[in-house]
């Protein structure tokens, strides 16, 4: 629908639609504009931000002497410019990252499933990615050295998202009930385990989980972030893929299949997609809660439902979002790096209840 309306505005076609049709690619625009310039803004002010503050013009001025323009005053202080590259930036990449995978991946699954209140940990890959790192704390696994709990919780969502799949087929079909059934079911065993785990554990291991489960940007490194780079890009290029064919999903399954869209495939595409982009969302940050659910939700509401705008506003509304939220974990409380996690939930819970009550406002409608 959006690329139809698209489509009639620069080609110039003239009749009744083409008013309104300006008037939501004038929107989309401007929206999209918006989001990256506070992206950018709030980029500068986060990486500024801290126990040694740096003005937001030496943040730009330090970037662009790293691109090799020699632009702008450099940090004044002496170990500016080395807490910004070693410390600060990371963090502000990583934040980027993972906002931008789990806001796309909610995107996908509310799409997939026809469900607006959907969210990536349905299919189980925030619970599975969360017990495997808590096995790992709990046992002393070492396999990967200092990242074996970010490989386990990697392996660990896949493996739990294969499993859900697979359990709610029945004669070579997926019904979307099923799935979140299961996945509700999957959920539920996995946090057995992970009390369980908890039980097992001693003092040190059940408070490395609990933070671990809580989430945190807190340690960042540019190694991490090379890892979770090439995920999170490989990820939101195959949504741009899946997402013109989740317009013809909205559909229903039947009209979908008779528009030569193979229904199964596509759901079992886009799950693959959410298991990749949410594993590496959380491998090194841990469950940051409710920012799959919200963010494609409000941007819906603001651009529509049109899936190929849908998901690269999203992905920068994630992106924006949790750097805020993490700006906000790191200075909430001098001296101390709150769970961004928690700080999610907070404000990602009554949210949550307020689009339950508008769903039922509308008949669970969309809008």
Known sequence: MTATLTDAVTSGVTGPDVAPARRRVSLVGAVIAFLITALLVMTLVSAGT?????????????LLHRLGIDIGPMPTHPQGDNTLWQVRFPRVVMSLLVGAALATAGALMQGAFANPLAEPGVVGVSAG?????????????DFAGPWTVAVSAFIGGLITTLAVYTLS????????????????????IASAAMAFMMFLGDTQAREEIVFWTLGSLNGSRWEQVWVVLPMVVVGLVAAMLVARKLDLLSL?????????????????STIAVVAVLTGAA????????????????????????????????SALGGALLL???????????????LPIGMLTSLVGG????WLLRRARRTAGGWA
């Open 282 to 313: 959380v491998a090194f940050c841990g469950v940051i809660a409710f920012l799959g659910l919200v963010v494609p939700h409000l941007a819906r509401m603001v651009i529509g439902p049109g899936h190929r705008v849908l998901v690269p506003v």
């Open 169 to 188: 087929r029945e004669g070579g079909r997926t019904e979307v009930v099923t799935l979140v059934l299961t996945g509700i079911a999957v959920n539920a």
């Open 129 to 141: 990615a969360a017990l495997a790192a808590a096995m790992v704390i709990v046992f002393g696994w």
């Open 323 to 337: 750097l805020c939220a993490d700006l906000w974990a790191r200075t909430a409380v001098a001296y101390a790096d």
């Open 50 to 62: 801290g126990q040694l503050a740096v003005p937001p013009i030496e943040v730009l001025g330090s």
């Open 350 to 353: 009554p949210v949550f209840f």
């Open 252 to 268: 229903g399954d039947r009209a979908a299949g008779h528009v030569g869209v193979d229904v199964e495939r596509l759901r079992l």
